[in-house]
Every structure is written in structure tokens, then in C-alpha cells.
């Protein structure tokens, strides 16, 4: 084998999502491996999102005898550009295994393209800074012709300890030249057994765009920096027929940063499933201030969105305008109505902790989720990383831990308004309410048509008795973790310093 991708994003170590068994294969992964194959490498893949360590990269390695090592992480996976200290310590650990076999090793992602040092020291020949798919075939095209081309867009080492960057290399702008992910790679049974044994559907991932040009300022761009690109409408539904021909999943997952910015694009893609007979149920993700331009949320509804998340992120202003989010709290309320409106449910990201926030600010998100209810809530606390200009802002109360160690952390990294244990509180606090509420919503519609009832609500409305129960000391707690002075940063033994 010429080639074996890899990637770091071992499900098994994120406790969390392991508990909620939502899988995805590595997307970006896929993207470069169809790339690599279509320039005539013979290539093979490690998918660690189902495996259950790294040995089972090493037995790879030896079934495969690759000259190449290639460890991709998925660049659409969120989790990736955080940088996950337990994914971080894998990457590093299958590279060592890598080099021991006398393959020539090669790391691209978020991370390494944060921190390129920490992956050529264990052992990497090469980093790629920033998107792979045009770097990796020029770099290894010419790896055998020279020890270390000159290839735009990467990193090295000079000699023991001097990491050299080539220029940078501009992003792909036609993103339908590309290749269709290499799905044929992937164990796709598995996948759809997953999926159907826990939830009752099969899902798949797909993207429309790569990048995102707003500038909220705590949220990392180092893949495609500012950079914003889309494909046609036509191609993205070519590859939905594609997969319902040969896959025939049930949902799809559209993984970009924010789906449809353009104007009139959501239009003319339902348009095109409409005319290809393509109607697969999705969930994206969006921004509230472009849902509300022209059609666009009847259009999402008749494309098929099932639930759209947005990033409502606070209910108070002040917050928002503090993150250079452009929107605000009425766009929050009028896209959640109009979505609820044509039959989409709406999902919000809820941020915790940015610098500035008070207890009045924090209780004016509560509120908007009392009063808009959303079908589900993602909650998380601020998190520092490099090339935000929130990072430029509060790095020098960073201690030497600067990444969770897996998505449940909720670490306080930095000395943010109150301590981690509030913050932890606060995440069982809101999610006590949230429950409670949304059952008392179902029973009530219940009661308006009995039809609706299930063993699942049943089940709802036991968690609801006990959360309505706990919730008073619940509050309780978090009153009195409020009232402790802010705490100085997590510091613990083998922190990053690149």
C-alpha cells in the first residue's frame, strides 16, 4: 500500500459522545484519500471514530505496510479544531508507531497546524499547515525527489529543533473539482448497524462550503482562515443522489460552519432535489440573521430540514456584541419562530463564561430558553484557542493546560468570570430546567391528542419529576459557587508549549 490515512478522533476516548453513539467517519479524511487515489496512490484507511485504541492503528500498519503515513484529522469535525488533549496524545503516539515501521509520516489538522513543533518532535517528516487536499499529492509527488520540497504550505524541521514554514498555499476556491469523499474506505455497515441499533435511522455526513468569513472572535480558523467557498447547488445534490443510490442513509448531517450564506443558494438547492427527486431529511447548521433574508427558511423546510442549530451562543446583547457575533437576541427569537412555523425544529449553542459576563447576563439566556423552548441545546464554556483574537485577549491568564481533556470537560481555562465548578453547575442546572420544561410541553400536547402518547414519554415524564424535584438545590449550589472568588487557571503536567 502506497498510503494509510489516519486520524486522531478515537470515539471510544470522548466518555460523552461515546455514551451518545451519534458516529460520522473522518469527512476531511475521506476527501484526501479519493484525492490521493485519483493521482494513482494505492491508499488504505484507519478509522479511529469506531475503533477502540491505537493498536488497532499499529496492526494497521502492519497489514498494510504503507510507505506513507498519513495522519488527516477530519477538518468539519468541531472537536478537531479544539484540539482535544486525549485526541492530541493519540496523534502524537501513532506517529511514534509510524515512524518505528520506516514510514515517512505526514500530520495535518487544526492542531498540527497550531502547533507543528509538538508533531514533527515525535516524529513527523512533515506538517501540512492548513488545508491538505492540494498540498498532500504536491508534497508527496516530490518527496521522492528531494528530502524536503519546497512545497507551499507546510512545516518541517532543520536540523534538531528549528521548525521551518514554506509559504502558505492558498485555499481550493472550485470545491466541485473535488473528487466525492472516498466512502468505498469506510466500513458502512457498521456505521448504519450503529445508527439503527441506537436512534432507528442510518445518518450520513456531507458538506456544501468550506470556511466561514465572519468574525466572531473566539472561534479558530486555521484550516481555511478567513476563506469562504461553496459548491453548486448541482453538485452537492449529484452526491445526495449518489449516496441514496449506493448508501440509502436516512439522514444526512451537513457539516459545514454555516450552510447557505449565499443568497438565494438554499433556494436553488431545493429547487435541484425537487427536479432530481432527492429528498433525504438533514440537519444544518445556520445563523439567525441569514435565515431571516428573503425564502430562506421555507426553502430549508421544503429541502427537507428536519432540525437547524444555530449558534444563539447568549441572551444578552452586551455578550453578544462583545463577541463580534453580528447578531442579535430579536434575530434569535424571529428565526425560532419562523423555523417552528414552517414544521423545522431549531437547536441552540448556548456559551457560558466569555469574558465580561455577568450572573444578570447568564440569567438572560435562561430566559430565551424558557421562552423559545428549542427543540435541543449544546452547552459549553468559552475556550481560548490560537489565531482568536479572544485567545490575543486573555492568554496571559492561560496556566500551562490550555485544551480540555475530552468535550464533558467544561475546564474554566483561563480566569473567566466564575470558577469551573460553576460552570459545571450551571451546564446540570440548565439542563434540569430544559428537561423539565420540555416535558411539561409533550404531556400538554398529550392531552390535546392522546395519540401522541409513548413509553418514551413515560420515561420523559419520570426524569421530568425528578429534575423538578432536584432543581431548587441544584440552583441552590450554583448560588453558592457564584459567591467564591474567580479561581486561577487549571495547571497540569504536560501542557503544550509550542
Same mark, same amino acid.
Given at each position: ?56 492503528? *499499529?496492526?494497521?500498519? /502492519? ?5 506513507? #503515513? ?10 478537531? !479544531? ?28 487544526? @492542531?498540527?497546524? *497550531? ?42 524541521? @532543520?536540523?534538531?529543533? /528549528?521548525?521551518?514554514? +514554506? ?6 476556491? *472550485? ?169 423545522? !425544529? ?20 435562561? !430566559? ?19 489565531? +482568536? !483574537?479572544?485567545?490575543? @485577549? ?11 481533556? *475530552? ?12 470558577? +469551573? ?39 420523559? +415524564? ?11 438545590? #441544584? ?24
Amino acid at each position: 500500500m502506497d498510503i494509510l490515512f489516519g486520524q486522531s478522533y478515537f470515539l471510544r476516548f470522548d466518555p460523552k459522545l461515546y455514551e451518545a453513539m451519534q458516529p460520522y467517519p473522518p469527512l476531511g479524511t475521506l476527501y484526501a484519500a479519493a484525492v490521493m487515489r485519483e493521482r494513482g496512490y494505492k491508499v488504505a484507511l484507519f478509522d479511529a471514530m469506531l475503533s477502540e485504541g491505537t493498536g488497532e492503528w *499499529d496492526a494497521a500498519l /502492519t497489514q498494510h505496510q504503507p510507505r506513507y #503515513a498519513v495522519i488527516y484529522e477530519d477538518n468539519f469535525n468541531y472537536l478537531s !479544531k479544539m484540539s482535544l488533549l486525549r485526541m492530541r496524545e493519540a496523534a502524537l503516539e501513532m506517529i511514534g508507531m509510524a515512524k518505528a515501521r520506516g514510514c515517512v509520516v505526514i500530520a495535518c489538522g487544526s @492542531d498540527a497546524s *497550531d502547533h507543528p513543533g509538538a508533531y514533527l518532535h515525535a516524529g513527523a517528516d512533515a506538517v501540512i499547515l492548513g488545508e491538505g487536499d492540494a498540498t498532500l499529492p504536491e508534497l508527496i509527488d516530490q518527496l521522492g525527489r528531494a528530502e524536503m520540497p519546497d512545497v507551499p504550505g507546510i512545516a518541517y524541521l @532543520d536540523g534538531a529543533d /528549528t521548525v521551518v514554514r +514554506t509559504l502558505p498555499r492558498p485555499v481550493i476556491a *472550485d470545491l466541485d473539482s473535488l473528487p466525492f469523499p472516498a466512502w468505498d474506505l469506510v466500513d458502512r455497515d457498521k456505521y448504519a448497524r450503529i445508527w439503527r441499533e441506537h436512534h432507528g435511522y442510518y445518518s450520513m455526513n456531507l458538506v456544501t462550503t468550506r470556511g466561514c468569513p465572519f468574525h466572531c472572535n473566539w472561534c479558530a480558523k486555521p484550516i481555511w482562515g478567513q476563506r469562504y467557498h461553496v459548491r453548486s447547488p448541482e453538485n452537492v445534490v449529484a452526491e445526495m443522489r449518489w449516496l441514496q443510490e449506493n448508501f440509502a442513509p436516512d439522514h444526512i448531517w451537513f457539516m459545514d460552519d454555516i450552510m447557505g450564506i449565499q443568497d438565494r443558494w438554499i433556494e436553488q438547492f431545493a429547487d435541484q432535489l425537487d427536479a432530481a427527486n432527492v429528498h433525504i431529511p438533514f440537519k444544518s447548521l445556520n445563523r439567525v440573521d441569514l435565515l431571516l433574508r428573503g425564502r430562506t427558511i421555507p426553502a430549508l423546510a421544503r429541502a427537507g430540514a428536519k432540525i437547524v442549530w444555530v449558534g444563539a451562543e447568549s441572551g444578552s446583547q452586551k455578550i453578544l456584541d462583545a463577541m463580534d457575533k453580528g447578531t442579535t437576541v430579536e434575530q434569535i427569537y424571529e428565526a425560532t419562530r419562523q423555523l417552528h412555523a414552517h414544521g423545522v !425544529k431549531v437547536a441552540f449553542f448556548l456559551q457560558f463564561g466569555y469574558p465580561g459576563e455577568t450572573r444578570e447576563d447568564i440569567e438572560l439566556t435562561l !430566559k430565551m430558553v424558557r421562552d423559545l423552548l428549542p427543540d435541543d441545546i449544546g452547552i459549553s464554556v468559552s475556550y481560548p484557542l490560537p489565531g +482568536t !483574537k479572544f485567545y490575543e @485577549d486573555v492568554k496571559h491568564e492561560l496556566g500551562v493546560r490550555a485544551n480540555w481533556i *475530552d468535550s464533558a470537560d467544561l475546564a474554566m481555562l483561563y480566569q473567566g468570570p466564575y470558577r +469551573t465548578e460553576f460552570y459545571r453547575q450551571l451546564h446540570t442546572v440548565v439542563h434540569k430546567e430544559y428537561r423539565a420544561r420540555k416535558t411539561s410541553a409533550a404531556l400538554r400536547d398529550v392531552l390535546r391528542d392522546p395519540r401522541q402518547l409513548s413509553p418514551g414519554l413515560l420515561r420523559q +415524564t419520570a426524569a421530568m419529576i425528578y429534575h423538578t424535584l432536584t432543581l431548587p438545590a #441544584a440552583r441552590a449550589e450554583l448560588d453558592r459557587l457564584a459567591l467564591l472568588p474567580p479561581a486561577s487557571p487549571p495547571v497540569i503536567v504536560g501542557g503544550l508549549v509550542d
